[in-house]
């Protein structure tokens, strides 16, 4: 079953907000990626790996060597320990190779594979022309006609010998990419559980589901839409002509609040304000008092006032207490644990939030010819 087109688009919208937000912390982490992964590899001299095979013989039941396949294959896994600990072998082979006999054997990995009886000697060097003659060293050694140490004679057979040395591990440019992938992996990490400790408001559900209460988003608010969310916000008061006070959170300026209102008032200077909300607001001697526009004392249709921030000292608190609705303006991106440092100072008043209106996080656009003319979707009353 898949998810509707809303859904995704939330989902890609949590993910893309905590990346916006923290960006300087991927992008360091990706170049810190990509710087240690460089001194590695310069600093890593390369390495490379070169491989003889060689076999154990099966021969017909009685004879020597060993009796049957199933008799080889046993017989290769025991050659495949026995090899790098044998002295005598790996001292007549260091010899040939021009290495000493502990290098040789600390560079050997000599295995079996299953089921076979194939063995496979693998040297690995610095130096490519060190692991081609050692593995080719290791191999003529174990089956000589005569081979030193506990290889029986003629149990060994000489497959293939090395003629070039494989270089290992990454490439430069791979080895960058790699880095670059793992540091963007960790900032993505680091971002996202920055963001856990540090959780934002983003969109209108986490609005919603932080204070309890319906939330709208102011940009997107269609004139059906704002008519009928000052038709709501009147039957949540229970009053015919209710006041409706406007809180700020605390990153929010005043100016950015009554920004918001002014996109309540008329579409042009023009236009009759019809009966609705008031977006004028202007303060008292004290810096406390904010009334209402003209708009709403003419018609005692719904007032909207703003008053500030709570705990910013100009009074909100108290004026949302003698108002008939609270609505609560918060700017996306605002700290959750702001909002709710706002919702406690309310509550110690007695007033509670009732609607969450989300701002966009530049005012300033919300100001345009796109804004929402709220007193124009309103009937005049009766």
């Known amino acids: 079953m898949t998810k509707p087109a809303g859904s995704i688009r939330r989902s890609l919208r949590r993910w893309k907000k905590p990346v916006q937000r923290r960006w ?10 990509i710087l240690v992964s460089f001194l590695v590899s310069s600093r890593t001299p390369p390495q490379y790996l070169a491989e003889a095979v060689v076999i154990v013989p099966a021969v017909g ?31 007549a082979a260091a010899t040939v190779a021009d290495v ?9 990995t000599v295995a079996s594979d299953p089921g076979t009886a194939l063995i496979r000697i693998d040297v690995v060097s610095r130096q490519a022309i060190v692991a081609v003659d050692s593995a080719t ?52 990490l680091a971002a996202f559980a920055l963001e856990r400790s540090d959780r934002r408001i983003d969109s ?26 000052a038709y709501r916000w009147r039957a949540l008061s229970g009053v015919p002509a209710p006041e409706v006070a406007v809180v700020a959170t605390a990153p929010m300026s005043r100016d950015d609040v009554k920004a918001l209102l ?4 008329p579409d042009s200077p023009g236009d009759t304000p019809v009966p609705a909300v008031a977006a004028t607001s202007s303060s008292t001697s004290t810096g406390q008092d904010l009334v209402r526009g003209r708009a709403a004392e003419d018609s005692g249709d ?20 003698m ?60």
């Open 137 to 188: 060293a290791v191999a003529a050694t174990v089956t000589r006609a005569i081979p030193p140490g506990q290889i029986a004679r003629g149990s060994l057979k000489l497959v293939t010998v090395p003629s070039e040395a494989a270089r290992m591990g990454e490439s430069s440019s791979s080895s960058l990419l790699i880095g670059g992938l793992l540091g963007l992996l960790v900032g993505l």
């Open 302 to 321: 719904i007032g909207v006032v703003a008053v500030g921030a709570p705990g910013s000292g100009e009074g909100a608190e108290l004026r949302a207490q």
């Open 24 to 33: 300087y912390i991927v992008l360091t982490c990706f170049l810190l990626g």
């Open 323 to 382: 108002s008939d609705l609270v609505v609560m303006v918060v700017r996306e991106g605002t700290r959750v644990a702001v909002v709710r440092d706002n919702l406690v100072r309310l509550g110690e008043y007695g007033v509670a939030v009732v609607w969450g209106l989300l701002a966009p996080k530049h005012l300033a656009s919300a100001a345009g010819a796109s804004t929402v003319n709220l007193s124009d979707r309103l009937e005049p009353r009766a």
């Open 204 to 229: 209108v559900d986490d609005l919603a589901d932080l204070l309890g209460t319906p939330a709208t988003a102011w940009a997107t608010v269609t004139p059906a839409e704002a008519r009928a969310l």
């Open 100 to 108: 000493s006999t502990e290098d040789l054997r600390d560079s050997l």
């Open 262 to 265: 002014a996109s309540l008032g």
């Open 61 to 91: 039941a009685g004879q020597t060597p060993p009796g049957s396949p199933d008799a080889a294959a046993k017989l290769a896994t025991n050659y495949a320990t026995l090899i790098p600990l044998d002295d005598a072998v790996m001292s």
